[in-house]
């Protein structure tokens, strides 16, 4: 279209010089003493446009000559730019294919043709940007290089080209070396400076992903058990782990924080800052329970927290094949100082509710025991030792139907369970799983 459109152009045009032309009978007479000349006014009008093309090209040439100085510096300066641009991405090519000696020669190299340009016309902001990124790249590959001194010097440069109050893009550069510092701390297994580093972030970056990573690394590794949830959750919200890890973390750093707690009442203090999904939680609410008897707490306030587990049992039948029952047996046993009614009748309730389980009937023997209901625990234990697969159980249930007989006088019984007693310790394994 554009072609025909040009195409009707041009021909228009020689029509209107065709129908100016043929009948223009105008002349222009010029006088140069004693000379005159005489020319048609087609003919002068070509002699100007013919002068002023002459003229046009003379200047045209002239200025292209004047400028050719300037053309031939600019050119060096985008060769030497782009090498320089050349030289970074070699330097970054070598960093990702772990050859770190090649990646900080590319770089020292791209910062010495940053160096020889001089004056050259490029943007500063973007000249402290390219030296920033070759020192960053230098610093990285300097640090696995283990030469820390190279590392250091390179690292400080690249804070001093990337200015706290620049530019955007030089807060982001100054970020990210404030991050790769914090991981090269992580990597020396300075975990104080790793956060340290993370603390100087500003308060966005430091919510960012890979900040969050370093911290929980940097916080496990430091021992700041709180400070390490309180990242995993976060991570955990960010989606930063699948569903199973991040529960999996969370819950490894809940039962490093009930194994670090000193005293009932920080014990007490982070089991309240737990949701009611965790403290329901077998594989926590166990483990806070006898930490708190451990420490020297009440019983029952440990039976509060394993009510929701207990319930939980009751409607679970899975739960026994986790493993979670003996355990549970296990804690309650330690928790029936003081034990109430309604605690008694749930635990009753229980063991009618499921007669085949002996671990249920062992546990209401010993709640009988502590209400000094004698014949019952002994009816509930005689049935419930035989049974009993754990090993530990089945010996402390002998042990207290000895001492049972013994208080009754009963030598012969109190000998057959001392014996019972003996031969379930003799099979005990080298590591049990549950200590009394």
Known sequence: MRAALWLIGLFAAAVAVALFAGSNQGSITLFWPPYRLDFSLNFALLLMALAFGLLYGALRTLSTLLQMPRLARSWRNLQQERAMH???????????????????????????MEAAQGDAKISPIHRARLRAMAHMVAADASHALQDHSQRDTHWDRVMADAPAHGSTQAKEMREGAQMRAARWALDDRDAPEALRRLGELPQGAGRRTIALRIRLKASRLAGQAATALDTARLLAKHRAFSPAASASVVRGLVLENIQEARDTSELQQFWLSLDSEERAMPEIALPAASRLMA???EAGQARSWLLPVWEQLLVHDGLRGQAHLPRLIQVLENCLDGLDSAWLARIETACNTQPQEPRLQYLAGMACVQRQLWGKAQQLLLRSAPRLQESDLRTRAWQRLALMAEHRSDTDAAAAAWKNAAQAVAVLPANPSFKN
């Open 86 to 112: 050349n030289g970074l991405l070699e330097a970054l090519s070598h960093l990702q294919a772990g050859r770190f000696l090649r990646a900080r020669k590319s770089a020292l190299m791209a910062l010495t």
């Open 295 to 297: 420490l020297g707490g």
